[in-house]
Each structure stands twice: as structure tokens, then as C-alpha cells.
């Protein structure tokens, strides 16, 4: 029997030979394809199978001697299955334009570029200026290279891309090497700085890219925002008409009364649609999303059943009350540790402001003595002279003496203040008040009344209207409480009233306690009233001297002193005692001289009492109790990273390779280990996990994030960017500090898409659910229709006409409420100051109290198809509300009105807001300069999905 080997052994050169070329062949194939196969040239597939199967069949036809029949037959055979495999393989229709389609592995090779772009960009820019630029992409810089808010390498930015290229082909645009580095250049915020060739040189080595590939994609990519900046990024400006149109928004206002329909109340849950009706509405709208038309433009109201991007999250939680009761009791040794270190700390750094009680109320003798034991000496207010010049006429012996020390208060020589000669005078100046009140001008007495605050300044300045701005300076020495003076002044003149026939005895005495012989001088101090407080107040006899030369000085400011009211006559002469105390004169600064005693030192806490124990304990117990959460998740992070993450994210063939059920499995024993939560959520949307109360975790704040923003946030921020099984820390605090911390990832994915038939559960629900609401929007706007004609014929408020009336006008249903809406205009400024360089925030659609949010719809009714006195009918933004509104009155109504404001317009000139609210209606009601590309082109998605597959 002939050997095996028998029939290589007769052949064995020819085998050889075809071994050889065989293997040489394979080496160009692999070479090629590089580790994929679907990159192999087409040209390539065809040799090589016809090689292959010309070899195996020349074999085959050795055996029966037709080996060049045979070889002829295979090597066509196989050049055949090659061309049919290659054609097969192709995917020309990727992303079909009427300008040039583009191959799968055009795609492939773009997305690839782009990520290398953007990783570079990422990088330089982090180096230039010290933060990522992902958050200068958050405040409207233009960093990345991307046409839409969606993944930045998806196909839809694919085609976007190839258009703008040919546009800038078409336009002869172009980037050389130099205009790439000047790109480069910019990217740093402040200006000589950039990046260094070391720089540049060490991020391109680290991804492993040639200087050559790099600025070729740079280039490609700068082709492209310049031809989009040329074509499709310029706005026209608001012409001066649109200008004149938002001033008027921003600040015609209206008053109204408005009466709510709920359209919840007119829905009937019972009504089933039947299948034509629904499989009508849901066709009209699959394919937009709600409150959006085909367009992309808004429209309020529009149901949609495009189904919004829904992310898929998991996550670990500590919840608060769980580790609340692992913390243990807190002793009271522990609580009195506590308080003795609160106590060592400065003032104001702990629990606030010291419980200081309440305030005492004021006294008779004034504010300053309300404060005595309150603030520290060194804040007080004078306090010997407020209260004693002026409360007491029914004992001028005892209170004369202590009224004479406030002028020589700087001075501290209270000794003069027994002096017998004030005395003297009091007890004549009864019987000699009576005759002289009427003797003496009234009005003459007024003037020096109401300029004595003035007369305090002549004894350090000659000129006694310069007197006024020296009063200042007797505020100093309290510059905590700078009002405090001010306040008992104004005080004392209200309590003077009762003394004017005193007063005006009490005047010509004071010259005579001083110096006997200023007594006789009692005619010219009449027309100088100014020089009388300075005489009596200062306890020399040298004073009195300068007030002859200032009495001349005084008489033109009579004049002056005829506004002054009328009510400061009768205490005229009653001020010099009253007014040295507020206002001393400025040759010395009040209270210097006079040492203060030490201030006690401000407590910093409270008292130790059962209250202040309560809270303490409470507050060292969720102190622990938060230390023992973060610590638990701390350690969860480190746990997930090394024993999930590391492992899910493996290829599906590495022997260490975990699958998400089976991570799921180690997870739910590690929560049940720790004393932790394990939840997996299903997918939900942005708004869903949001306002979701089964999941608290999407509301609470993703401690990662640069604005500490909500993990619904962040999660969708990343969506498309493959964060699965990323761990990220957040945290959920209520307003005590009691809240859970989470350890959240994204476990899936799935984009935004049209349904394609209401076999969809959910999608179903939607379409009945809004099938409901339809047909009760009809119902609302017919009430409110019938209660307009209601309104009109009674010709009352509102609130009168619709007391008894129901929503819907049947029994059983809630009352119509009525809501004034005070002034409002269709825009408002933000009430908000800006931070720093900021500038002002762009206004925004008023808001009012109790009404779901308004839409230009709404205003639009209000402010152009109304007037005031009107009656009419208007609805929210999303028609989940009908209203019946009646303008009370608008502001500007009137021509003159009308005419001053076009006035005021034209006076103010340009403000930014005009141009907020001129991008802002371009945004939503302008050209969508992306889509007008996509349809010039015809562009078209052979994959269902444009963008990467679901996952999840």
C-alpha cells in the first residue's frame, strides 16, 4: 500500500513552490489588513483567492493529469468568489449625499482624525491655560471641533464635516502649516503665552502621532469652521424697527386679572381612542419630539412621540439614617468637649451670631441708654449729656449741672460742671418766659433754630457756613453705630416741644453763668442766636469774646434759615443744651481724653443650657455619621475600580472578562456586606432621572462635576463618550445636612430615535395619554370662551364674577381661582448682580406667581392683541393650562405717554439685551443653517442608527 506521503513525495518541488508563493502571498495579505479584515483592498481579495483556489486545484488535477485544466477552472473560480466577496464587503452606502457618498472606511478613518484632533486640542489647551477645556466649553468657548450638541464622532458630524470641506474647496479656502500653528497659538486665554515646542513635541510623542498626520488633521478640520463660519455662522442685526419692538417688551407693563383652567380637570380617564385615531395621531407625530415640528423649530403645545436619548445608570447608596444609627450615643462629656472648643474659637466663626436676647426696649432717657450692657464701651454713644438737658424742666437745680459738662466733655472737666451760676438763672426764667414768648420775634427766633446745628462750628471756624461740614467728625468716635447719635438727636428735638417758654429764658441765662456781664447783651442775642451755644457751653470766658465778631456773620444767614419748619421755633433756646452732646466742636475730637474701660469679650457661644446640649449632640452625631458614609464610599470606588470596572470593560475574550449580570451579582453582595443599597435603574431620560423620585440619585450633586451640577447632568454630559462603568461620587444633603451618598456609573445607553409602531408599551402610553389631553384642551378653551361672555355682561372684577363658578361649570369640581398679577412686562432683567468681569444676564419670559410657565403665545395675546379693559382667552407655553384674562391697565397708554417713552428709547441708544433677544428669537425661530446643509445635499443614513450602536 503506497504511503501518504507518496503523492508530495512524487511533487514535491512543484508544493514547494506554491508553498512559497503562498506564503508570500499571505504576508502582503496580512500586512494589508492589518488585524482587520474588512480593510483588506479589494484587488487583494481577488489575487488571493484566486491564488488559493488555482493552487488547490492544480493539485487536484495532478492526480488525474489535467493540472492546467484544473488550475484554469480554480484560479477563475476563485477570482470570481474574491470580486462577489468584495462587492458583498463594501458598504458604499454609509452616508449617501448627492455630492459624493462616503464608504464605511472613509468614516471610519474620519471619526478617527476627529478623535485625534480633539484629544490634542484637549491637551494643548489644559497646558496653556491650567483647566479642562470641557468647561470652557460649558461658558460658550469654542474649543472642540464639533456641528452639534450630540457625540462629537458621530456620522451626523461625519457628513457635516465631508460638506463643509467641499464648501471650502468650492471657496478656494485652504490652511497651511502656519495657519494651523497660529491656531494652536490661540488656544491660551492670555495673551504672550502659548504653547512651547517641548510642549507640543511631548503630547504629540504621548499619542503617538507624527507631526505631519497631526497638522494634516488640523488642517482638515480648520477647512471646515471656516467654510462654516463664512456660510452658515453669520446673523443679520436687528433692524431699528426690531429694536424699538424688544424695548417695548423688555418695558411696556400690563396689570390684569387672570382666572386658571386646569386642563387636568377636563380630562376624562375612561375615554379609550380606537385604534385608527391613535395609529393617526401617532404617525402626525413620531418622528418630532413634543413641542418641536419637524423643523426642529418650537411650537408650543405640539405633541411628539420622538423618544428623547435615556441613559441607563446604576448605583451604590449610603443612606443617611442607616448610618445614623451606627454612629452610637454621644455622652455629655463628649458634648461639653465640644463646647469648650467652640468656646476657644473667635467670634462669629461657629454657630453665627451670639444669642445676645432680646432688645431692651428704649427708655425715656434714649436710645443710648437702651444700649448700656449691650455693646462693648468702646461702641457706646456719649451718654452723660442726651439725656440730661432736656427731659427734666420740672427740676432745674439738679438737672443744670450735669447740662453744662457736654462742652467740656473733650476736655474731661466735669468739675465745672456743679457751677452755682446755672442754677441762678432756672428759677427767674419762669415768671420771665411768660412776657417775653410773644415779645421777641417768631420768626427771628426760627432762624437760629434751625442753623444752631450750625453754630457748634464757629469756635473752630470763623465762617459759620462751613459749620455744617464739621458735624461729621462728632460721628466718629462710634463708627460701628454711626446712626446712633443721629437717632437720639432727632429724639431729644421731639421731646423738646413741651419747654419753648423755658427755653427762651434758658437762653439769655447762659451767657450770665459764664460771664456776668454777657447778661446785658440780651438784644443782640436775639439777631446772633448762632454764638449763643458756643458762650454757655464753654466753661472759659474767652469764647465769648469771638462771639461778638461772629454775631455779624450770622445775620445774613437769616435768610437761610426762613425753609426751615416751623416746628423748630419753640425749642430754640432749648437746643444749646442738647446740642453740644451730638455735635461737640470739632477743635478736639469728642471722647478723646477720656479712657473707656476694658471691653469684656464678646461670648462666642451660647449658654450651656438643655436647648443648646440638643443641638450640639445632634450635630456631632451627623458629623460621624456623614465621616463613616464617605469613608464607606471612598472604599466602594476603590473596590469598584479594581474588582467591577477593570473587568467589565475587558474584550468579551480575556479570561478576566466580568459580564454586567455577573457584575451585577458582586455588587448586590457587597452592598448587602456594607450596609449599602445596590440599585439598578432602568433607562430613563434626562428629565425622567431628574425629577425622579424612585431614583434620588439623578437630583443629587455629582461631586465631581466643576459646578457640582446633578448627576442627571453630568451623566448626560458624557452621554456617547463611553463612561460605562466609570465610578463617580455624589452627594444628596437636605437643608439639615441628613442626606445619602451615592456611588453612581452609566451601565447603557440609547439614543434619541423614532418609533416605528406603537407595539412599543411605552410609546403607546404616550399616544393615548396625549389622545386624553387633546380632547380636553377643546373642553378648557370652550369654558373659557363661555366665561369670557360671563365677564363681559357682569362687568365686574374677576374675582366677583367667577366666585361661585366651577373649572369645568359642573358639580363637584374645584372653584376657578383668580390671580392678580400686579405689573409685568413680556421680558424681564435678571434681579441678580453680576459677579466680577461677568456681564449681565440676557433677560428672559416673565414669570407669574401661580401660573404654569408662559410662552410668547401668551404675551403675545396679552400685549398685541389686547388693550386695557379687554377680556380674552390665552393658554401656557405647554397648553397644560387655558386662561381667562382681563388687562386692568397698561403703562404707557396715554399719547404723551406714548411719546415720552419713543423718546426715552431713543435716548438710551444700543443695550445688549436688544441683541439677547435678537439671537434668542433667531435660535428659535431663524434658519437652522445645519439642517438647510443636510437637505441641500440629500443626506441619507443607510445604518439605522447614524451614530455608534446601543449599548445596554
Known amino acids: 500500500m503506497p504511503s501518504t506521503l507518496h503523492v508530495f513525495r512524487k511533487h514535491q518541488k512543484v508544493l514547494m513552490v506554491m508553498t512559497t508563493g503562498l506564503a508570500m502571498i499571505s504576508f502582503v495579505i ?49 477570482a470570481v468568489l474574491g470580486l462577489w466577496l468584495s462587492w458583498g464587503r463594501q458598504d458604499p452606502s454609509a452616508i449617501q ?31 496653556v491655560n491650567g483647566f479642562n477645556a470641557q468647561f470652557a466649553e460649558q461658558f460658550g468657548q469654542r474649543v472642540f471641533f464639533h456641528y452639534t450638541p ?16 467641499r464648501e471650502a474647496e468650492k471657496l478656494g479656502i485652504g490652511v497651511s502649516a502656519q495657519g494651523v500653528f497660529e491656531f494652536i497659538r490661540g488656544l491660551a486665554m492670555t495673551s504672550g503665552k502659548s504653547l512651547t515646542q517641548e510642549q507640543f513635541a511631548e503630547i504629540r510623542t504621548r499619542m503617538g502621532v507624527s507631526e505631519e498626520a497631526l497638522i494634516a488633521a488640523l488642517s482638515d478640520e480648520l477647512k471646515a469652521r471656516r467654510a462654516y463660519d463664512l456660510l452658515y455662522n453669520q446673523r443679520p442685526l436687528p433692524t431699528p424697527e426690531a429694536l424699538y419692538e424688544y424695548y417695548k417688551k423688555l418695558n411696556v407693563t400690563d396689570e390684569a386679572e387672570i382666572a386658571v383652567l386646569p386642563v387636568s380637570d377636563f380630562v376624562d380617564d375612561k375615554a379609550e381612542p380606537t385604534t385608527k385615531e391613535l395609529e393617526e395621531l401617532f404617525q402626525k407625530h413620531k418622528s418630532n419630539p413634543p413641542g418641536y415640528g419637524p423643523e426642529g423649530k418650537f411650537v408650543e403645545g405640539l405633541p ?65 441708654n437702651a444700649l448700656e450692657g449691650v455693646l462693648p464701651n468702646s461702641l457706646k454713644p456719649p451718654t452723660v449729656p442726651p439725656t440730661d438737658g432736656v427731659t427734666p424742666p420740672a427740676a432745674p437745680s439738679e438737672t443744670s449741672a450735669p447740662a453744662a459738662p457736654p462742652a467740656p466733655m473733650p476736655e474731661t472737666p466735669k468739675t465745672e460742671a456743679p457751677k452755682t451760676e446755672a442754677p441762678a438763672t432756672p428759677p427767674a426764667a419762669p415768671p420771665a418766659t411768660t412776657p417775653e414768648a410773644p415779645k421777641t420775634e417768631a420768626p427771628k427766633v426760627e432762624e437760629p433754630k434751625a442753623d444752631t446745628p450750625k453754630a457748634e462750628a464757629p ?34 428735638q421731639e421731646e423738646q416741644p413741651p419747654a419753648p417758654p423755658v427755653a427762651s429764658t434758658e437762653g439769655a441765662a447762659p451767657p450770665a453763668a459764664p460771664k456776668p456781664d454777657a447778661v446785658t447783651p440780651e438784644a443782640p442775642k436775639a439777631e446772633t442766636p448762632k454764638t449763643e451755644p458756643t458762650t454757655p457751653e464753654a466753661p472759659k470766658a474767652e469764647p465769648a469774646t469771638p462771639a461778638a465778631p461772629q454775631a455779624d456773620p450770622a445775620k445774613p444767614e437769616a435768610p437761610k434759615a426762613d425753609p426751615a419748619p416751623p416746628a423748630a421755633t419753640p425749642p430754640a433756646d432749648g437746643v444749646p443744651a442738647t446740642t453740644p452732646p451730638t ?23 451660647r449658654p450651656l443650657d438643655d436647648a443648646y446640649r440638643a443641638e450640639l449632640k445632634e450635630e456631632i452625631i451627623r458629623e460621624r455619621a456623614q465621616a463613616l458614609m464617605e469613608k464607606k464610599i471612598d472604599a466602594a470606588t476603590q473596590w469598584f475600580a479594581e474588582e467591577i470596572g477593570a473587568l467589565v470593560n475587558t474584550p468579551a475574550g480575556d479570561p478576566g472578562h466580568l459580564t454586567p449580570e455577573a457584575a451585577s451579582k458582586k455588587l448586590k453582595e457587597y452592598a448587602e456586606k456594607n450596609g449599602l443599597v445596590f440599585v439598578d435603574a432602568p433607562l430613563l431620560s434626562f428629565q425622567e432621572l431628574r425629577d425622579s423620585e424612585d431614583y434620588p440619585v439623578g437630583a443629587a450633586a455629582a461631586v465631581n462635576h466643576p459646578q457640582k451640577a446633578e448627576v442627571a447632568t453630568d451623566a448626560f454630559e ?113 434681579v441678580v448682580p453680576t459677579r466680577s468681569m461677568q456681564r449681565e444676564a440676557a433677560p428672559t419670559l416673565t414669570e407669574l406667581p401661580g401660573l404654569k410657565p408662559l410662552g410668547n403665545d401668551f404675551f403675545t395675546t396679552v400685549f398685541e392683541k389686547m388693550k386695557a379693559g379687554d377680556l380674552g382667552t390665552t393658554a401656557s407655553a405647554d397648553k397644560s393650562e387655558f386662561y381667562v384674562v382681563k388687562i386692568l391697565n397698561r403703562t404707557p397708554s396715554t399719547p404723551e405717554e406714548l411719546e415720552a417713552f419713543r423718546q426715552t428709547f431713543l435716548t438710551r441708544g444700543l443695550a445688549n439685551e436688544y441683541f439677547d433677544l435678537s439671537s434668542r428669537d433667531w435660535a428659535m425661530y431663524g434658519r437652522n443653517p445645519i439642517d438647510e446643509l443636510l437637505k441641500a445635499n440629500d443626506v441619507q443614513f443607510s445604518r439605522p442608527n447614524p451614530d455608534e450602536p446601543d449599548r445596554g
Not at 597 to 602: E, F, G, I, K, M
Open 30 to 78: 496580512l500586512g494589508a489588513v492589518n488585524a482587520r479584515p474588512e480593510n483588506m483592498p479589494a484587488v487583494l481579495v481577488v489575487l488571493a483567492l484566486a491564488a488559493m483556489f488555482g493552487g488547490a486545484a492544480w493539485v487536484i488535477g495532478q492526480v488525474n493529469g489535467k493540472s492546467s485544466e484544473y488550475v484554469t477552472i480554480g484560479t477563475v473560480a476563485g
Open 97 to 127: 449625499m448627492s455630492s459624493g457618498n462616503l464608504t464605511g472606511q472613509q468614516v471610519f478613518a474620519m471619526k478617527r482624525e476627529r478623535n485625534l484632533v480633539n484629544q490634542f486640542v484637549g491637551e494643548a489647551y489644559q497646558r
Open 150 to 165: 450630540g457625540a462629537w464622532d458621530s456620522d451626523l458630524e461625519m457628513a457635516i464635516t465631508t460638506l463643509l470641506q
Open 304 to 368: 411628539g412621540f420622538r423618544q428623547p436619548p435615556r441613559m441607563k445608570l446604576a448605583y451604590l447608596e449610603a443612606p443617611y439614617d442607616a448610618f445614623e444609627k451606627q454612629v452610637g450615643e454621644v455622652t455629655d462629656k463628649e458634648i461639653e468637649a465640644r463646647y469648650e472648643e467652640l468656646k476657644k474659637r473667635p467670634f462669629g466663626d461657629d454657630l453665627g451670631a451670639p444669642d445676645f436676647g432680646e432688645m431692651p426696649a428704649i427708655p425715656p432717657g434714649g436710645l443710648p
Open 459 to 492: 469756635p473752630a471756624a470763623p465762617e459759620p457756613e462751613k459749620a455744617p461740614e464739621t458735624a461729621p467728625p462728632a460721628d466718629k468716635p462710634s463708627t460701628m453705630l454711626p446712626n446712633v447719635s443721629r437717632l437720639s438727636f432727632v429724639a431729644f
Open 583 to 605: 455735635l461737640p466742636p470739632p477743635a478736639t475730637p469728642p471722647l478723646e481724653g477720656v479712657t473707656p474701660p476694658a471691653d469684656p469679650p464678646l461670648p462666642t457661644v
Open 718 to 830: 458624557n452621554f456617547g463618550r463611553s463612561m460605562n462603568y466609570m465610578p463617580r461620587p455624589a452627594a444628596s444633603l437636605d437643608a439639615n445636612g441628613q442626606g445619602s451618598r451615592f456611588l453612581y456609573w452609566i451601565t447603557g445607553e440609547r439614543r434619541d430615535y423614532e418609533p416605528e409602531s406603537l407595539e412599543d408599551a411605552v410609546v403607546k402610553e404616550q399616544v393615548v395619554k396625549t389622545w386624553r389631553q387633546l380632547k380636553a384642551r377643546v373642553k378648557a378653551e370652550e369654558r373659557a370662551a363661555e366665561l369670557v361672555k360671563m365677564a363681559k355682561a357682569a362687568d365686574k372684577p374677576l374675582a366677583e364674577v367667577f366666585a361661585e363658578q366651577s373649572i369645568t361649570g359642573k358639580e363637584g369640581t374645584g372653584y376657578i381661582t383668580v390671580r392678580p398679577t400686579g405689573k409685568f412686562s413680556w421680558y424681564r432683567m435678571p
